[in-house]
C-alpha cells in the first residue's frame, strides 16, 4: 500500500484530521469506542477511493476529505454492527468493541455513525452524493440481512452470494468512487465508469476475504481462520465444491455447518473437500476476474499518478495476505 498511499500522503494526513474534528458529540464514550475501531490498523480503502477518484477526476476543492472521512463513518458502523451480529471477538489482532464493551454500547455506536454520518452530508448540501449514499446504506443493511438468511444454507447459489456480496461490500466502494467522480464533475460516461470500477473492486475485494478465510493463517489474518464458515457463512469456495461433491460430503459439510460448535476437525475436513474440488483456486480465478474489468473502466481516464494508483490498488486487492 506504501506507493499507493505516496501519491496522496497529505490527503492522508488531512483525513486523519478530519475524523477527529467531523466526530462531534457530548458523549466522550462515543469517541473511545470509535477510535478503537477507527484507529486499529485498518486499510483506509474506502476513503482511499474517495481520494483518488476525485483527483483522478480533477477536483479543485478540498470537500473530498470530509466525504472520505463520513464513508470511513460509515464502514466504521457495519463493522460495529456485523461483529455483533456474528458474535466476533478479534478484528485486525484486537479485541472487538462488543468483547470489550458489550452488544448493547457497539451496536447503538454504529447507530450514531450512521446518523452522524448523514448530518453531516446534510450540512455539505451536496443532494447527488447524499442520494448515492442513501442507496447505499440501504442496499449494505438489505445485503447483511440477506446473508443471515442464507446462514448454514448449502443450497446457496452462485447468483444468491454474489448478490450478497454485492449489497454488503461492493455497493460501498462503487460509491465511494462515484462521490470522486461527483466531486469532479466529470460527465456521465466517467462518472459510470467509475462507479463499476467500484463495484468490481468490491466484488473482487469480498470474494479474497471469503478465500482468505480458509487459507490465511491466524496471525496473518488478524482473526480466527474458519470464522467465517463456522458462522456457517457459505461463500464461494464451499459453493463450488457443494456442486460437484457427492451425498456423503454433502452430509459431512452440512454436518459441520450444523454444529453448534465447529472444531478445527470439521472444518479441515470441509476444507479438504473445498480443495478436491478446487474451489479455492475457483474463486481465485473469478476475483481476477472482477479485477481485470476493474481496470478495463479505468481506459476512459488519462494517464496520471492516481489513476496508477487506482490500478495499482486493483493488484493490491487480490494480492494482499489479510
Known sequence: MDNITEVINQDLVQLEQSIDKLLTTKVTFIKEVVRHIVKSGGKRIRPILVILSAKLCGTKQDQHISYAAIIEFIHTATLLHDDVV???KIRRGRFTANTIWGNEPSVLVGDFLFTKSFDLMIQIQNAEILKVMAHATTSLAEGEIMELLRTSDINTTEKDYYEVIDNKTAVLLSAACEIGALLGNVDADKRSALREFGHHLGMAFQLKDDLLDYVSTDSTLGKNTGIDFKEGKVTL????????????????????????????KDFQKVKGIIEKYGGLQYTSDVSKEHIDKAKGFLALFPPSPHKDALLELATYIITRET
Open 86 to 88: 456474528d458474535n466476533a
Open 237 to 264: 469456495p464451499l459453493i463450488h465444491a457443494l456442486k460437484f461433491a457427492t451425498a456423503g460430503e454433502r452430509d459431512t459439510i452440512t454436518a459441520a455447518l450444523e454444529k453448534r460448535k465447529t472444531g478445527k
